[in-house]
């Protein structure tokens, strides 16, 4: 006699997070800054740099609680991720966001907010265009590990708010110069 075992597999309350665009969702980036790439050139002595980009919420209320970070494409292999961090501040035109600083984390003379592990923060701050309102900057860390370079091209942030999932696709690449991303760097190779 032989006996056969059926295995079913049923998948209970998970579905795929919603992906949206800049601006098409409830956390946005929203930044215009005028680009859509920031890529470093390495120099002697500085192994890694952070990224900074802006969070801001499109509700008037409640929070979006940041899950994940991670790269919507990951090009080269001469880097690696070292963290993400974020924080919220009132900026002045000597306290403001950067686009890029080396280090990771970022040297305290020039971003002197506490930062905090993105993963788990909440971002309520809302999206305008007033250069003297809150501003929440998230803040990316790579690092090189080799002459190749790389980096992302484009940064997902997920996220939940009111009980679901989504990510949030800020077309911003962020990279490190090398072999692997020459075209994109200012001096090739």
């Known amino acids: 006699m032989t006996t056969t075992l059926a295995v079913v597999t049923v998948v209970l309350g998970q579905s795929v997070p919603h992906r949206h665009a800049d601006g098409a969702g409830v956390l946005a980036s929203l ?3 005028g680009s859509e790439k920031m890529a470093v050139d390495r120099v002697p002595g500085v192994s890694a740099w952070s990224f900074g980009m802006r969070l801001c919420i499109t509700t008037s209320s409640g929070a979006a609680l940041i899950t994940s970070i991670g790269p919507t494409v990951s090009v ?9 961090a974020a ?8 306290h403001e966001g950067i686009i890029s600083t080396d280090g990771y984390p970022p040297p305290a003379s020039v971003v002197p907010d506490a930062l905090q592990n993105a993963i788990g923060y ?7 265009n007033d ?3 809150l501003y929440t900057e998230l803040i990316v860390g790579l690092a090189v590990t080799s002459g190749a370079g790389g980096g992302w091209r484009g940064v997902d942030v997920t996220y939940t708010y009111n009980g679901s999932t989504y990510v949030l696709a800020i077309e911003f690449a962020i990279l490190i110069c090398g072999d692997a991303v020459q075209a994109d760097c ?4």
């Open 31 to 33: 930044d215009d800054s």
């Open 76 to 84: 080269g292999t001469g880097y690696r991720f070292v963290g993400a």
């Open 87 to 94: 924080r919220t501040f009132k900026p002045t035109p000597s």
């Open 122 to 128: 909440r971002v309520t701050t809302p999206c305008n």
């Open 131 to 133: 250069p003297t309102s």
């Open 186 to 189: 200012a001096v090739p190779g």
